[in-house]
Nanobody, 115 residues
Framework: QVQLAESGGGLVQPGGSLRLSCAAS????????MGWYRQPPGKERELVAI???????KYADSVKGRFTISRDVAKNTVFLQMSSLKPEDTAVYYC?????????WGKGTLVTVSS
């Protein structure tokens, strides 16, 4: 089993920045991919960014150039640095981890972009 704990959400003005963190614990050696997904109000959950155990990174087109995913391997933590935030970035952000045969989700953290 893998447990994921997100932190760092909150209210930010348009154009502002925020950093999300996701700490993984448990059977972390099984994890192949970690990432962030989001679910805007009234919409389906969507990919934001992922990073593989080999360091390959993928972003959704809507966040390219504004968001940066990174990791601290020693601390088993993945970060999402969000800049130039827009109201349409408002969503519950979920940390995700993929291991062979298993998918794990955090409880989510709310990010609200509003003036």
């Amino acid at each position: 089993q893998v447990q994921l704990a997100e932190s760092g959400g909150g209210l930010v003005q348009p154009g502002g920045s925020l950093r999300l963190s996701c700490a993984a614990s448990g059977s972390i050696f099984r994890i192949k991919v970690m990432g962030w997904y989001r679910q805007p109000p009234g919409k389906e959950r969507e990919l934001v960014a992922i990073i593989t155990s080999g360091g390959t990174i993928k972003y959704a087109d809507s966040v390219k150039g504004r968001f940066t995913i990174s990791r601290d391997v020693a601390k088993n933590t993945v970060f999402l640095q969000m800049s130039s935030l827009k109201p349409e970035d408002t969503a519950v952000y979920y940390c995700n981890a993929n291991a062979p045969g298993d998918i794990y989700w955090g409880k989510g953290t709310l990010v609200t972009v509003s003036s």
